[in-house]
């Protein structure tokens, strides 16, 4: 089975930095992914991991670490419309490409 | 631009009911999936396809049911709707490839009441 752990919750201040983080156990590993979801539309994917690192996209960054089970994203800059939830979910081994998803976590971003 | 095409986005319906929830990608992708999404929850999945005809259950299967005749559409199928079958289901689909990162492209949802 899988086990996916993010925070419920977070807030930050516009202009400012924020670190979403996830742990994961899984039976074995085949990548993981970060999705964003504003309220009442559909999860989008941002990121991608499956090597240990940093992943850049503009402002946002993915960062891996398979020894420890555990990814962040973060986001700089940060701007209104970055309030949404974000979704950990992780790849599991053995030629299945079906990701399981964390509860997500709701970024709630004020002036 | 890749699309995924839920039938419904409202829909509001009574105990005992059959529900059909209907699913269309044009990306040609092999597989797709149906999630549930509730508050505190995430996103659970009932079912899955890799291939037409092909289906395998996810976390949650009981009380569905699902149907892949052609390769674009995935449809899930409420036998006899329960109020604990109130949520929003999403549809995704994605490349059964492992070249790419095999990202999941979503339906924007069907909001699902059984009352």
């Not at chain 1, 990548?31 to 941002?46: I, M, V």
């Not at chain 1, 993915?62 to 089970?69: A, E, I, N, W």
């Not at chain 2, 319906?13 to 597989?31: P, S």
Request: charged residues 20%.
């Amino acid at each position: 089975g899988q086990n996916i752990d993010q925070p419920t919750e977070m807030t930050a201040t516009e202009g400012a930095i924020v670190q979403i983080n996830c742990t994961y156990q899984t039976s074995g590993f085949n990548g993981l992914f970060w999705y964003q979801q504003h309220a009442g539309e559909a999860p989008t994917f941002l990121s991608y991991n499956v090597l240990d690192g940093l992943e850049e996209k503009g402002r946002f960054s993915s960062f891996l670490s398979r020894s420890k089970g555990y990814s962040y994203l973060l986001l700089k800059e940060l701007q209104m419309k970055d309030s949404a939830s974000y979704l950990c979910a992780v790849r599991g081994a053995g030629g299945s490409y079906i990701p399981t998803f964390g509860r997500g976590t709701s970024l709630i971003v004020h002036p | 631009d890749v699309k995924v095409t839920q039938s419904s986005r409202y829909l509001v319906k009574r105990t005992g009911e059959k529900v059909f929830l209907e699913c269309v990608q044009d990306m040609d992708h092999e597989n797709m999936f149906w999630y549930r999404q509730d508050p505190g929850l995430g996103l659970r999945l009932i079912y899955f396809s890799y291939d037409v005809k092909m289906k395998e259950k996810g976390d949650i299967p009981e009380g569905y049911s699902v149907s892949r005749e052609k390769k674009e559409r995935f449809s899930l199928i409420l036998e006899s709707a329960s109020t604990n079958q109130t949520s929003m289901y999403l549809c995704a689909s994605s490349l059964l490839d492992q070249t790419n990162t095999g990202e999941l492209f979503f339906g924007e949802g069907s909001r699902l009441t059984v009352l």
